[in-house]
C-alpha cells in the first residue's frame, strides 16, 4: 500500500508540473522569484522558450532591466521575433556563434555589459560544453538558474554546481531546477 503522504505528495508535484506547461515551465516560479530579489544589472537567457522568453521579457520591461537571450539559429531563435526590441529596447537576442560551445558568445556579451545579475539556463547542451558554461559564469554573473538540472540536459554537472558556495534545488515540480552563486546565500533566501 505504501506512504500515502509521500504518494499524496507525488501526485501533488506531478499535476503543479504537468499545469505549467506540460512540465517545460516547472522552472517559472523559483525564475519569477530569483528576477524579483536579484541585484540590479543585466538578466542573460541562455535558450529561449515559450516559458522563459516572455516572463524575462515582460519582468525585465516592467523592471526597466536589460534581459539579452541567446540561442542557436532556427524555430526558438525565431520565437523571439514578437519579445524583442519594442518598449525602449530593454531586450535583444544573439545567435551562438557555434551550437556547440556557448562560452564564446557568452564571454562577448559579458564583455559588453559587465557582470549579470542574473543567467539562466535551459539551452539543453550536452554534459562537457554544459559544464563550461556553468564554470564560466561562476564569477561572471550574480545567480545562475539552471533548469533540468535532474534531467538528461545536466545530468553529470552537479559536481559544477556543487562548486558554487551557495545552491538550492527547487522540487516542488519536475523537473527540477537549481539556482547557484558564489555572492547570495541562495539556500537562505529560498528554503521554505
Same mark, same amino acid.
Given at each position: 500500500?505504501?506512504?500515502?503522504?509521500?504518494?499524496?505528495?507525488?501526485?501533488?508535484?506531478?499535476?503543479?508540473?504537468?499545469?505549467?506547461? !506540460?512540465?517545460?515551465?516547472?522552472?517559472? /516560479?523559483?525564475?519569477?522569484?530569483?528576477?524579483?530579489?536579484?541585484? /540590479?544589472? /543585466? &538578466?542573460? =537567457? $541562455?535558450?529561449?522558450?515559450?516559458?522563459?522568453?516572455?516572463?524575462?521579457?515582460?519582468?525585465?520591461?516592467?523592471? !526597466?532591466?536589460?534581459? &539579452?537571450?541567446? =540561442?542557436?539559429?532556427?524555430?526558438?531563435?525565431?520565437?523571439?521575433?514578437?519579445?524583442?526590441?519594442?518598449?525602449? !529596447?530593454?531586450?535583444?537576442?544573439?545567435?551562438?556563434?557555434?551550437?556547440?560551445?556557448?562560452?564564446?558568445?557568452?564571454?562577448?556579451?559579458?564583455?559588453?555589459?559587465?557582470?549579470?545579475?542574473?543567467?539562466?539556463?535551459?539551452?539543453?547542451?550536452?554534459?562537457?560544453? !554544459?559544464?563550461?558554461? $556553468? =564554470?564560466?559564469?561562476?564569477?561572471?554573473?550574480?545567480?545562475?538558474? &539552471?533548469?533540468?538540472?535532474?534531467?538528461?540536459?545536466?545530468?553529470?554537472?552537479?559536481?559544477?554546481?556543487?562548486?558554487?558556495?551557495?545552491?538550492?534545488?527547487?522540487?516542488?515540480?519536475? /523537473?527540477?531546477?537549481?539556482?547557484?552563486?558564489?555572492?547570495?546565500?541562495?539556500?537562505?533566501?529560498?528554503?521554505?
Amino acid at each position: 500500500i505504501g506512504d500515502t503522504a509521500a504518494l499524496r505528495h507525488l501526485n501533488r508535484v506531478k499535476e503543479r508540473s504537468l499545469a505549467f506547461a !506540460g512540465g517545460y515551465g516547472t522552472h517559472i /516560479p523559483l525564475l519569477a522569484a530569483v528576477v524579483a530579489v536579484s541585484p /540590479p544589472g /543585466p &538578466i542573460v =537567457e $541562455l535558450g529561449a522558450g515559450n516559458s522563459s522568453s516572455p516572463l524575462l521579457s515582460e519582468m525585465c520591461r516592467a523592471m !526597466g532591466r536589460h534581459l &539579452i537571450s541567446l =540561442e542557436r539559429e532556427g524555430p526558438w531563435y525565431d520565437c523571439l521575433d514578437d519579445l524583442v526590441g519594442g518598449h525602449r !529596447g530593454h531586450h535583444d537576442r544573439l545567435i551562438v556563434a557555434d551550437p556547440s560551445r556557448w562560452v564564446p558568445t557568452i564571454e562577448m556579451v559579458y564583455g559588453e555589459l559587465g557582470k549579470f545579475s542574473v543567467t539562466f539556463a535551459d539551452h539543453g547542451l550536452d554534459r562537457s560544453d !554544459g559544464a563550461a558554461v $556553468l =564554470e564560466y559564469l561562476a564569477d561572471k554573473s550574480e545567480l545562475v538558474v &539552471i533548469h533540468d538540472t535532474r534531467n538528461t540536459w545536466f545530468a553529470g554537472v552537479d559536481d559544477t554546481l556543487d562548486g558554487y558556495k551557495y545552491r538550492f534545488d527547487y522540487v516542488k515540480m519536475a /523537473p527540477c531546477t537549481t539556482v547557484v552563486s558564489n555572492t547570495v546565500d541562495v539556500a537562505t533566501l529560498f528554503k521554505a
